[in-house]
């Protein structure tokens, strides 16, 4: 009897949730008049009901139509397509139409085809139940306009498709220096559809076009035109505002991606800059706000170990791990790897051994993973590197043998990791030895082969043999190679 008074509806959280209170009650099953009148012994309880349960459709009727009159400024045409929808349940067609008018107005500004599409086929349906003849310029319009934006989406779709495959083999191989993985990357990237971008019938297809061109050109290694096409991304991000208010987490990552082949390429100037862009950029929902979270906290950590400030990035370390905690099971194991073992990379450059190692050991604990099994090899050798360094004992061995079946022999990575995993069962009784600095020395030759391949790690990896073999600080090794 508590919806007497139904006035409640246009104040505090029920306003904003009346749309959804509607939809529940236009949907409510009827109570079975059996249970209820064993239940409760006044006759004229069921009328009463009847009466309240009225009065509240009436009151939520009138706060729909209310708040869609009042409606402005909104950029959501979803909550237009659920409006529309609602209102075509009700009979009340016309108000539907306007209602999806509005919402396909949005999408349209937004770029949002997908949402045009289901807008303009759900006003498809709305105009047969109305009168033909008054409308019939506007059925036209709808149907022209409804067969536009489905080839868009199907355009889309395809640009989408070849995105996601290339960013894949991205992802998994780094460099496509396979057989198989070349011949696959290259059939993706002859498809006619890249061979121009004006192929592309909308901005978000552009925008994959753009990202296919990136990772192509990044998977054979060329740097200038990986830049060029990130720049291209970034730009076409930047010519439509109401896009970015639409993906917020998307447009930071294109910002990301940017910034990544700047300090790439050792042009730093426009970073601090681009990163306080980021910082600006909205988020919506949990999700967007941990990818931005993320986006962020690792651009400023690769700015600060590419310019040297270790420590400015070892300041943030709370923020992150506060971040990795609040955000749980939300991050993807990737991006949690790449945060964990960036901080273990600033504690070590920055001489905190004990730390670093503490990173290297927290990777391990994660698990077996499935994702960016470059780090997680990378993160084994480092704590067996570490836990050699700090501990004499001879207690080496086992951790030596649990690791080698961690490294993975189809991965990029793979020679590598073997390489040091053999120096290091030949010379780790030696290393702390007169004898263990030449070995060191004979180590770092090894490492060059790999860091001219640009594999992950190999730079730092040497740096640390170096400094170890000359007495050096690895601080300041970094630091000139830096320059």
């Known amino acids: 009897m508590s919806c007497k008074e139904s006035s409640f509806l246009n104040e505090g959280k029920w306003q904003a949730q009346r749309t959804v209170l509607f939809t529940a009650l236009l949907n409510q099953k009827s109570q079975s008049e059996t249970k209820i009148n064993s239940a409760i012994f006044e006759p004229d309880y069921l009328a009463v009901i009847s009466i309240e349960k009225n009065r509240m459709y009436k009151a939520l009727l009138a706060t729909v139509l209310d708040h869609r009159r009042r409606r402005e400024n909104t950029n959501s045409p979803t909550?237009?397509?659920?409006?529309?929808?609602?209102?075509?349940?009700?009979?009340?067609?016309?108000?539907?139409?306007?209602?999806?008018?509005?919402?396909?107005?949005?999408?349209?500004?937004?770029?949002?085809?997908?949402?045009?599409?289901?807008?303009?086929?759900?006003?498809?349906?709305?105009?047969?139940?109305?009168?033909?003849?008054?409308?019939?310029?506007?059925?036209?319009?709808?149907?022209?306009?409804?067969?536009?934006?489905?080839?868009?989406?199907?355009?889309?779709?395809?640009?989408?498709?070849?995105?996601?495959r290339l960013g894949d083999y991205n992802m998994r191989f780094r460099v496509a220096d396979r057989k198989n993985v070349r011949q696959a990357v290259d059939q993706l990237i002859a498809n006619p559809l890249m061979a121009d971008m004006k192929l592309a019938m909308s901005l978000p297809a552009q925008i994959k076009f753009a990202y296919s061109w990136a990772f192509y050109y990044s998977s054979i290694g060329n740097n200038a035109d990986t830049a060029k096409y990130f720049e291209l991304l970034l730009n076409l991000w930047e010519s439509n505002p109401a896009y970015i208010a639409?993906?917020?987490?998307?447009?930071?990552?294109?910002?990301?991606?940017?910034?990544?082949?700047?300090?790439?390429?050792?042009?730093?100037?426009?970073?601090?800059?681009?990163?306080?862009?980021?910082?600006?950029?909205?988020?919506?929902?949990?999700?967007?706000?941990?990818?931005?979270?993320?986006?962020?906290?690792?651009?400023?950590?690769?700015?600060?170990?590419?310019?040297?400030?270790?420590?400015?990035?070892?300041?943030?370390e709370d923020k992150l791990l506060n971040g990795i905690k609040a955000f749980g099971k939300l991050m993807t194991e990737s991006k949690k790897l790449a945060l964990l073992y960036n901080m273990g990379v600033c504690h070590l450059l920055a001489g905190h051994v004990q730390l670093a190692k503490n990173y290297f050991i927290q990777i391990r604990d994660l698990g077996d993973l499935h994702s960016r099994l470059d780090l997680q090899g990378l993160a084994r050798i480092w704590r067996l590197f570490l836990l050699l360094e700090l501990d004499k004992d001879d207690r080496f061995a086992p951790f030596l043998r649990n690791s080698k079946r961690f490294f993975n022999a189809n991965h990029p990575s793979y020679p590598m990791e073997e390489t040091i995993y053999t120096w290091l069962k030949k010379y780790h009784t030696t290393f702390h030895s007169a004898e263990g600095k030449s070995q060191l020395q004979s180590l770092c030759t090894e490492l060059q082969q790999y860091e001219q391949q640009k594999i992950l790690g190999a730079e730092e990896l040497r740096l640390w043999a170096s400094s170890r073999a000359s007495g050096k600080s690895i601080r300041d090794l970094y630091a000139v190679s830096l320059h």
């Open 246 to 316: 639409h993906l917020p987490h998307n447009y930071c990552e294109a910002i990301s991606n940017y910034l990544g082949q700047l300090l790439l390429r050792g042009q730093t100037e426009q970073v601090p800059t681009l990163l306080r862009k980021m910082e600006q950029v909205p988020t919506a929902g949990r999700r967007s706000e941990m990818m931005t979270f993320c986006a962020i906290e690792l651009q400023y950590q690769l700015y600060y170990l590419n310019t040297n400030q270790l420590e400015l990035a070892i300041a943030r």
């Open 79 to 164: 909550d237009c397509f659920e409006e529309s929808r609602l209102l075509l349940s009700l009979g009340l067609l016309e108000e539907a139409v306007q209602s999806a008018q509005e919402g396909i107005a949005l999408a349209i500004t937004s770029e949002d085809v997908i949402t045009e599409l289901a807008l303009r086929e759900h006003l498809r349906t709305v105009f047969k139940s109305m009168p033909r003849k008054p409308i019939e310029n506007a059925i036209n319009h709808n149907e022209y306009c409804l067969d536009m934006v489905g080839q868009k989406v199907q355009n889309l779709i395809q640009y989408t498709l070849i995105n996601d």
